[in-house]
Every structure is written in C-alpha cells, then in structure tokens.
C-alpha cells in the first residue's frame, strides 16, 4: 500500500511568500493532522512562539533570550531585553557595515576567520549567492578560514596578497582557540611579508561579543563590529557576522537577505499552526519520530548552489537539539535525529540506494527551485531533467515498485516533504535559512528541549588542553589531568 496522492492527502500544500510546502507524501491523514495540532498546542507552542519574539528567556539554561529575530527586523520595531530596546544598537551596526561597504576600494582578497557559527552561515551565504546569474560582486576574493588544520590556512596564503589583503576575526567569545591561532598565523603572514604595524592594524576587523578580547588582540575599536549574548552563535549569520555578504555582494544585497529572513518570521509568529509552515515541517518529523522511531533524516536541495546548505543545518539541528535531557533536566523521548545531505542530482549516485531499499526509513527535505541559476542556452533543458529527477524520487521513495524478485521490489513509504522556492536570490536564501531555523525551535519547543545552548561541546574542549601539554612535552601525561589509559597510550603512539 502506497502514501495517498496530494489529492487526497489531508493538510498537503501550504505557502508564504511565495514558498510553497508540500507535505502530501507524508502519508499524514486528517486525524493525524488534527491530532499533531492538539499535541503542539499542548505544547504550548504558540505561547513559545511569542515569548520567543517578545525577548522572553527562552534560553533558560543562561537566562537569556534568543533574539537572532531582531538582527532581520529592518522595520525597527522596538525590541526590548531587559527593558532596553536593542534595535538602536542594531541599526547602528547596519550603518556602520553599509559605510564599510563604501570604503574598501582596491581589496583582493578577505579572510574570514571563524568556525562553527561563525563561519557556516557566511560560507553558505557566499556559495549560494555566487550562482545568483548577473548578481554584482565586487570581485574580491572572500576566503574562509576555520580548520585549526594548517592545510586550509597554507592554501589560503598561497592564494592571498598580502598587501591588499582585509581579515575579518569572528567569534562570539574571542576565545576560540582554532580562530585566536589562525588569526594570529595569519597577523604573523602579513608581518613576515613585510606590512608594518601601522598598515596590520588598518588590515584587522573583528565580529564579537567581547569587545575588549578583540582590543587586547589588537584590533582598533573602530574596526570591531559588535553582537550581542542574545544571539547564539549558530544563529548570528544575520549580525555582522554576514559582514561577507555585504562585503561581496554589495549592502542592498545583505538587506535582501534580512527581509527574506523576516518575512518567515512574520509568518512564524503570526500564522495559526494550520498554515504554519516551520510548524507544519516540525510536526510531521515529530510524527515520524513516534510512527517510526526515525534516526535521520535527509535534506537534498536539487540546487547546486545550496551544496552548502546541509553542512549549515547540521550544526542548526543537532547543536540546537541533540540534548538526551528536556529543559527540566528529564530524560527525553525524542531529540534531533542525524541530518544528513547534499545536493541533487549527485545525492542520488550517492546514498538514495539506502533511502530506497534500506532497512531504516529516513524521511527526506527536498528542496527545488523554479528558476534555472544559470543564463546559459541548456539551461532550461538542464533544468528540467534536474526537476524531474527530483520529483520521481520522491514519487519512487513514496509508491514503491512490487516485483517477484525481492531484489527489485522497492518498498515505498518512505516520507518526504517538498520544499518550492520561485529562486534562488538573496531573499529567498534568508527566508529559507529562517524556515528552518524556526523549524529547529519549533521542534525544540514540542520536545521541551532547550535549542539554545550547547553544553555538549565543552568537555572535548577542555581534555584538549592536558591532551595537547601532553604530546608537546614528549607524550608525559601530568596527574590529575583526566586523561585515562587508552588516550594516554595514544599519546605515546603520536610521540614515538
């Protein structure tokens, strides 16, 4: 037995902003439906909703709000924390990146120092943009640099000229350590090819939440663009941290980006849950979690342009929402499952003989766009083949074949959502960042789960430290450090 059609599946087509949603091969009937609208409002995910827009502390581990929303608010409407509306502090920033905007005539080359938030929102926004046909790029080329690996940083000062070269520091705490290093490698490139101190110090910016961190480093004040602890770090591509689009791509270019982004947050805290559509994508991976215990899930846009995009989501879904424990310290039912992907039609000579015959179902994301991304004369034909793929994918993943060889017989039922986008430009870029991310909260919120910090990431980083004394002085491990007996042993391994 197959998923029903769209004609007679319940709840299967939504849109906004000329997005459209298609859920029908979910296999979601109206009483499913209805019942998975009961379960978010028992949730309470419509008052979520507007704490979560009102600056509520919807991060409760650190009693903070999670307002990446205001950085989009290009109506400035006011935006209060504690008391304080933020959106003075915000307007600021956008004056001061459009004025950089203007300044920097004769740059090569920009390297973009981060890592994790600080780097793939930037990084996807660059990539995905630089399909967009006959889009102005002022020709500079944007490197980035997150790898504490020194492969990445070498073929970056392979390629670069030093002395019209810009670097742009990025982190929240100014604290990281792979970004501190780099960015002091780098400062020591640039020294090494003979720029004086005077010349470095118009060459460093810096992105932060610490502003006296960056100062100590080294970076004028007037060359440090701030963002706030209510944004977390894989939410921040919409602060100065997207500093990169604007810089490419020109200012009007960033703004579009933003007004995509707020146009689905309007959408999100204004629409019921019925026509919701980061809601509606929440809600039936909740029901595939409880229907089939789901462990992954896939997400393939049938756009080269969005290669980048999974890459993003992964840190979106699984930092936000792999927690084993709720927001009361309980242990959880469900949490984020593993998200993988990677773009159409290559994901299909890749993994689909898994999605399709596997023993796991894994429900898919995929995403298409109207509008070729290039203006050549195959466009068209291409696009075509490309959209076709796309949807007899889903259609095989969701009917299946019965044959009388089993090794022939695909079994179908296997969920999928399509995702239409009318193109790809910098709005609907934004606006399909924000989907998702409202998605990732929404999820969050029907868990109970806290999608705002990241606890999970520290311990690693904290072993590092004795790890790394370690096999600097010829692999003897201190007392008391935490290091146990096999990694001990590994250390000796990596200094014989």
Request: glycine letters at 6%.
């Amino acid at each position: 037995m197959s998923l029903k059609p769209a004609a007679q599946n319940s709840q299967p087509l939504h849109q906004t902003n000329g997005i459209f949603l298609d859920s029908a091969y979910q296999g979601i009937g109206e009483a499913g439906w209805n019942s998975l609208f009961q379960q978010a409002r028992k949730a309470h995910l419509e008052q979520f909703i507007t704490d979560l827009f009102a600056g509520k502390a919807v991060n409760n581990s650190e009693n903070r709000p999670a307002l990446h929303s205001a950085l989009r608010n290009l109506d400035k409407s006011p935006v209060l924390v504690d008391g304080k509306d933020v959106m003075p502090d915000v307007a600021q920033v956008w004056q001061r990146i459009e004025a950089l905007c203007n300044k920097w005539i004769g740059v090569t080359d920009v390297i973009h120092i981060g890592i994790g938030g600080s780097d793939f929102g930037p990084r996807l926004a660059i990539e995905a943009l630089a399909h967009v046909p006959d889009i102005e790029s002022r020709g500079m080329r944007m490197h980035f640099l997150a790898n504490i690996d020194t492969a990445e940083l070498n073929r970056i000062l392979q390629r670069a000229l030093p002395h019209s070269t810009k670097v742009i520091i990025v982190s929240k705490s100014f604290t990281t350590l792979e970004t501190t290093m780099n960015a002091k490698a780098v400062v020591k490139w640039l020294k090494n090819n003979g720029l004086t101190d005077s010349q470095i110090g118009k060459s460093l910016f810096a992105v932060t939440a610490n502003v006296p961190a960056a100062k100590e480093f080294g970076v004028d004040q007037d060359h440090i663009y701030p963002f706030w602890n209510w944004v977390g770090g894989r939410y921040s591509v919409w602060s100065a941290v997207g500093l990169p689009i604007a810089l490419q791509y020109g200012f009007d270019t960033f703004k579009e980006f933003l007004s995509g982004a707020q146009a689905i947050d309007q959408h999100f805290k204004t629409a019921p849950l019925e026509e919701n559509l980061p809601v509606i994508m929440a809600l039936s991976l909740l029901f595939q979690q409880e229907k089939h215990h789901i462990k992954s899930y896939a997400v393939i846009p049938y756009a080269d342009a969005l290669d980048w995009f999974p890459k993003w989501l992964q840190q979106l879904d699984m930092e936000s929402n792999g927690k084993s424990v709720d927001r009361d310290g309980k242990p959880v039912k469900f949490s984020c499952p593993v998200v993988f992907g990677s773009s159409g039609s290559n994901a299909q000579h890749s993994y689909f003989q898994l999605l399709h015959q596997g023993t796991e179902i894994i429900p898919i994301d995929f995403i298409a766009v109207r509008e070729p991304m290039s203006n050549l004369p195959e466009a068209q034909a291409h696009h075509r083949i490309l959209l076709s793929n796309c949807l007899a994918q889903a259609q095989a993943l969701a009917n299946g074949k019965k044959t009388d060889n089993p090794n022939n017989t695909y079994p179908g039922k296997r969920p999928s959502n399509l995702l239409i986008l009318p193109k790809l430009n910098a709005f609907y870029l934004g606006a399909l960042l924000a989907l998702y991310e409202n998605r990732t909260t929404a999820l969050g919120a029907l868990w109970n789960i806290n999608s705002f910090d990241q606890p999970g990431v520290e311990l690693g980083k904290v072993l590092a430290k004795p790890i790394e004394a370690a096999l600097k002085n010829d692999g003897t491990v201190q007392a008391n450090t935490g290091i146990d007996e096999v990694t001990a042993a590994r250390i000796n391994l990596f200094n014989q």
